[in-house]
């Protein structure tokens, strides 16, 4: 999963992305807790001042990895939001909940070690955030809809189970290797997401 930047030497960049590397192949092998950064620089062909130049101690490294996480996804959407075709402008949650699956698929063995198996709370947790910080953008944004439900359910228990549902559903997608794909994936959740978000108060 690469976090490119115009103004970030390539050598900087290629040195970190064979670190992520090394970690995650790591913790396919290994618990988190037993891996040190001897292991993560023989696995990346590095040595330890390289990794040093690069990251604290490997809980720094773990936090800049979920962090650098988290920027990428918020481009993906931002990037979404500028694209929507016109027959997605009525629900265009739908648009971009696509375009983060499709990030996700395309970098699946990230997500599979670090969601869906290992289940690090530092990147189940950001994730998390992002998708309450999404849904609740929505939700607020929402026109009252004759066609929902007239149990009006408290917004931040919609937005809650909103959030959780998805990242659920995401591990799970991953765990039974993605058996749907993320056109039709984000289509069912946002049937789903129709029938769960309240009208705002």
């Given at each position: 999963?690469?976090?490119?930047?115009?103004?970030?030497?390539?050598?900087?960049?290629?040195?970190?992305?064979?670190?992520?590397?090394?970690?995650?192949?790591?913790?396919?092998?290994?618990?988190?807790?037993?891996?040190?950064?001897?292991?993560?620089?023989?696995?990346?062909?590095?040595?330890?001042?390289?990794?040093?130049?690069?990251?604290?101690?490997?809980?720094?490294?773990?936090?800049?990895?979920?962090?650098?996480?988290?920027?990428?996804?918020?481009?993906?959407?931002?990037?979404?939001?500028?694209?929507?075709?016109?027959?997605?402008?009525?629900?265009?949650?739908m648009y971009?909940?696509?375009?983060?699956?499709?990030?996700?698929?395309?970098?699946?063995?990230?997500?599979?070690?670090?969601?869906?198996?290992?289940?690090?709370?530092?990147?189940?947790?950001?994730?998390?955030?992002?998708?309450?910080?999404?849904?609740?953008?929505?939700?607020?944004?929402?026109?009252?809809?004759?066609?929902?439900?007239?149990?009006?359910?408290?917004?931040?228990?919609?937005?809650?189970?909103?959030s959780s549902?998805?990242?659920?559903?995401?591990?799970n997608w991953?765990?039974?290797?993605?058996?749907?794909?993320?056109?039709?994936?984000?289509?069912?959740?946002?049937?789903?997401?129709?029938?769960?978000?309240?009208?705002?108060?």
């Amino acid at each position: 999963m690469s976090t490119t930047s115009p103004r970030t030497d390539p050598r900087v960049l290629r040195t970190r992305q064979l670190i992520r590397e090394a970690f995650i192949d790591l913790l396919q092998e290994i618990e988190l807790e037993k891996i040190t950064v001897n292991r993560i620089a023989e696995r990346a062909t590095i040595n330890r001042v390289t990794f040093y130049l690069h990251y604290r101690d490997i809980p720094d490294m773990v936090e800049k990895i979920a962090d650098e996480m988290i920027k990428q996804i918020e481009v993906i959407l931002d990037d979404a939001s500028n694209q929507i075709p016109v027959r997605d402008k009525d629900w265009p949650i739908m648009y971009k909940m696509q375009k983060l699956i499709e990030h996700i698929a395309d970098n699946s063995k990230f997500y599979k070690v670090l969601l869906a198996s290992k289940r690090i709370p530092v990147f189940t947790d950001n994730l998390m955030n992002l998708m309450i910080k999404l849904i609740t953008e929505r939700a607020q944004n929402r026109e009252p809809s004759t066609t929902l439900s007239t149990t009006r359910v408290p917004t931040d228990i919609a937005i809650w189970y909103g959030s959780s549902a998805f990242i659920g559903t995401i591990i799970n997608w991953l765990r039974h290797d993605m058996p749907y794909t993320p056109a039709f994936l984000a289509k069912q959740l946002s049937h789903l997401f129709r029938l769960q978000l309240p009208d705002t108060e």
